[in-house]
């Protein structure tokens, strides 16, 4: 029987749902509030034995492969057209990674992208926030955007497993 994963963005959670048989096309409602649920991508887990990282695994366990290969071919498509002297276009596909692959890119960066969406030089925004930059973790998982220039935390789990 296939567990489904589905994400509240009102809550901010995941639920999972039991289902007797395979079924694609039912989106429940959230167990909390009722709004519509948004299916998600699921992790797969494996049996063996942990070992020891420098926390790489979590990042990438995390990220879909077949989904990361699709974006970068897309993200190489837009690339070959791309004006380098155009920090709005270096800036959209920067963005559209960061919105396709669900990585947060960090409050820095996302300050850096909207500056160069507004037509700044980007080695002035590097010249003035590089230490900013430098800081920040660009492989962090969640982080959606709720108003501008705030994050939302990553997405809680619901322990509780519901009926489809």
């Not at 039991?18 to 519509?36: F, K, Q, W, Y």
Request: aromatic share 6%; glycine share 8%.
């Amino acid at each position: 029987m296939p567990i489904y994963e589905f994400f509240c963005e009102d809550c901010n959670m995941i639920f999972n749902f039991l289902s007797a048989r395979v079924n694609t096309s039912t989106m429940p409602p959230c167990p909390r509030c009722e709004r519509v649920l948004r299916r998600q991508m699921s992790t797969f887990s494996t049996l063996g034995r942990a070992k020891e990282d420098d926390g790489m695994d979590d990042i990438m366990s995390s990220i879909d492969e077949s989904q990361m290969e699709r974006v970068l071919g897309e993200l190489a498509h837009d690339a070959e057209n791309i004006n380098e002297d155009d920090p709005k276009q270096m800036a959209r596909v920067m963005r559209k990674f960061s919105e396709k692959t669900g990585l947060n890119l960090g409050n820095g960066m996302e300050e850096a992208l909207a500056r160069m969406e507004a037509g700044e030089d980007p080695e002035k925004i590097e010249q003035e926030m590089g230490d900013v930059l430098e800081g920040e973790d660009p492989f962090a998982m969640g982080g959606k955007k709720e108003k501008k220039g705030s994050y939302r935390s990553q997405p809680v789990y619901d322990e509780t497993l519901y009926e489809l």
